[in-house]
């Protein structure tokens, strides 16, 4: 077989294979409401919890200022060990009664495995609430409105086309 012939063949199985090892992701469009609290705009941080309930990965951070990012306790340790890049999914901190929207990429490999959305908030000089939303991911709770149990009234997520 021609030289040629045989690296253009290895060429196309190497990038088949790897093709389809790249996990597939699905666009979301999540939309934050905020209960009316009084204070400082919420730092928000949006993360994918694995089925033993340890941080998989960050998928979005509404708060600007990485000074503010450890009243996120249980979020920041994680964080803190992985030092993932947040550049891409930072975006500005959330008031009493506002709303937020981002969009969300999710692994679609992750779903109906366990695996959960969890939703922290802080509020400078009150409370933190590590799990103030908590959405399993599957393909039925994943668009079903969640009401939140501190700054956070509900988050509702419908997947884009």
Same mark, same amino acid.
């Given at each position: 077989?021609?030289?040629?012939?045989?690296?253009?063949?290895?060429?196309? $199985?190497?990038?088949?294979?790897?093709?389809?090892?790249?996990?597939?992701?699905?666009?979301?469009?999540?939309?934050?409401?905020?209960?009316?609290?009084?204070?400082?705009?919420?730092?928000?941080?949006?993360?994918?919890?694995?089925?033993?309930?340890?941080?998989?990965?960050?998928?979005?951070? $509404?708060?600007?200022?990485?000074?503010?990012?450890?009243?996120?306790?249980?979020?920041?340790?994680?964080?803190?060990?992985?030092?993932?890049?947040?550049?891409?999914?930072?975006?500005?901190?959330?008031?009493?009664?506002?709303?937020?929207?981002?969009?969300?990429?999710?692994?679609?490999?992750?779903?109906?495995?366990?695996?959960?959305?969890?939703?922290?908030?802080?509020?400078?000089?009150?409370?933190?609430?590590?799990?103030?939303?908590?959405?399993? $991911?599957?393909?039925?709770?994943?668009?079903?409105?969640?009401?939140?149990?501190?700054?956070?009234?509900?988050?509702?997520?419908?997947?884009?086309?």
């Amino acid at each position: 077989m021609n030289t040629i012939i045989k690296i253009a063949l290895i060429t196309l $199985l190497f990038s088949a294979v790897s093709v389809s090892t790249f996990a597939q992701t699905g666009k979301y469009k999540c939309m934050i409401q905020m209960n009316a609290y009084q204070g400082e705009g919420a730092y928000v941080v949006i993360s994918l919890i694995n089925p033993k309930g340890a941080y998989d990965k960050t998928l979005a951070v $509404l708060g600007p200022d990485k000074q503010w990012y450890n009243t996120l306790k249980e979020w920041y340790k994680f964080q803190a060990k992985t030092k993932e890049k947040l550049s891409a999914v930072t975006g500005a901190s959330v008031g009493g009664g506002d709303r937020a929207m981002r969009t969300l990429e999710i692994d679609e490999s992750k779903f109906n495995k366990g695996y959960k959305l969890r939703f922290e908030s802080a509020v400078e000089e009150q409370k933190y609430h590590t799990a103030d939303v908590e959405i399993p $991911l599957t393909k039925e709770a994943i668009t079903e409105k969640a009401n939140g149990k501190g700054y956070i009234k509900l988050v509702k997520l419908n997947k884009v086309q």
